[in-house]
């Protein structure tokens, strides 16, 4: 089992930026997070669950929801178990609970919405203000 924490989010003005984290514990020792594509998912109030990133086990492959390309990055240190998304140019639509999650299958898969994700969660609220 592994749990995995969010942390990061908050209020900020548009234009601005945030950087969450997503710490995770319990069955991470000898390497195993690092077998673990990470994924950065959000939800906005009254809308679906969205893909916003993924990262690939090593952390050298990173894909983008369109939406966010050019303003998001993801990335991860194995050594701490943790994965991140620095957010710059922040916009008022980019308000959502962010949401990191854990899978073995590849990022591409993740990105393309054909991977498992095997655990989530619960998630950090980031609010944009105009």
């Known amino acids: 089992q592994v749990q995995l924490v969010e942390s990061g989010g908050g209020l900020v003005q548009a234009g601005g930026s945030l950087r969450l984290s997503c710490a995770a514990s319990g069955d991470t020792s000898r390497g195993t997070f690092a077998r673990y594509a990470m994924g950065w998912f959000r939800q906005a109030p009254g809308k679906e669950r969205e893909f916003v990133a993924s990262?690939?086990?090593?952390?050298?492959?990173?894909y983008y929801a369109d939406s966010v390309k050019g303003r998001f990055t993801g990335s991860r240190d194995n050594a701490a178990n943790t994965v991140y998304l620095q957010m710059n140019s922040l916009k008022p639509e980019d308000t959502a609970v962010y949401y990191c999650?854990?899978?073995?299958?590849?990022?591409?898969?993740?990105?393309?919405?054909?991977?498992?994700?095997?655990?989530w969660g619960k998630g950090t609220l980031v609010t944009v203000s105009s």
């Open positions: 999650a854990a899978s073995l299958s590849h990022a591409s898969e993740i990105f393309r919405g054909t991977a498992g994700m095997k655990y």
């Open positions: 990262i690939s086990w090593s952390g050298a492959t990173t």
